[in-house]
């Protein structure tokens, strides 16, 4: 069942890219009434940064999917972000588990207050995982750039260390969660957030290190 699932996911994949010879990069929508549309202009960045910097062959635009659509399929690369509540069907919460164990990546950029909706909605996807803190040393902090001590902060809210989570299915993460982090602020149009120019550098560095991960290992 897993082997073929994988096979389909890789068959879906290869359909998209050879289509458009590109790789598209998607983010999540969901239900429950929490922004999942903020940080508008993040991935078009952070695809753009991509494309010049590591000459990787990523779409210029992202596409929205939904949780529970079959088009969920054809995306290497999900985000799901915003800051309030999230909740999945059954549906929903069975097909993102196929996408992920398949073979695809969920990246969960909170953007402040997310966590704690979205932690039990992945429980619902995986009810036999628990995120785990991923350690300095993991290879998704040391790709092409190296951050020895994890993830970069980018935007300050509660003055606490920023970390990375991983679910790990059968020795693979398929999900990597930025906690106190806010990647995605750090991928916007300068004049969103103001932040400087070396702050945005590092959330473009580590999202090009994450990429790197995912296309790579």
């Given at each position: 069942?897993?082997?073929?699932?994988?096979?389909?996911?890789?068959?879906?994949?290869?359909?998209?890219?050879?289509?458009?010879?590109?790789?598209?990069?998607?983010?999540?929508?969901?239900?429950?009434?929490?922004?999942?549309?903020?940080?508008?202009?993040?991935?078009?960045?952070?695809a753009a940064f991509c494309n010049t910097d590591q000459q990787m062959n990523l779409a210029p635009t992202y596409a929205v999917v939904e949780v529970g659509s079959s088009e969920l399929f054809n995306y290497p690369f999900v985000e799901l972000t915003g800051h309030g509540n999230v909740v999945f069907s059954s549906q929903e919460a069975q097909n993102l588990r196929q996408y992920l164990v398949g073979g695809g990546f969920l990246l969960i950029d909170d953007n402040y207050g997310l966590k704690e909706f979205v932690v039990p909605q992945m429980k619902k996807v995986f009810p036999e995982l628990e995120f785990v803190e991923l350690p300095f040393s993991h290879p998704i902090y040391h790709q092409k750039y190296d951050f020895p001590h994890g993830l970069p902060k980018i935007h300050e809210h509660d003055g606490k260390a920023p970390k990375g989570y991983g679910l790990i299915y059968e020795g693979r993460l398929v999900c990597f969660m930025t906690w106190e982090c806010d990647l995605g602020d750090g991928w916007e149009d300068q004049d969103v957030h103001n932040d400087s120019q070396e702050t945005r550098l590092k959330a473009f560095r580590m999202g090009s290190n994450i990429l790197r991960y995912v296309f790579m290992n």
């Open positions: 069942m897993k082997k073929t699932l994988a096979i389909l996911l890789l068959l879906a994949l290869s359909s998209a890219l050879v289509a458009q010879n590109k790789t598209q990069l998607a983010l999540l929508k969901y239900g429950g009434g929490g922004d999942w549309y903020s940080d508008p202009t993040a991935l078009t960045n952070l």
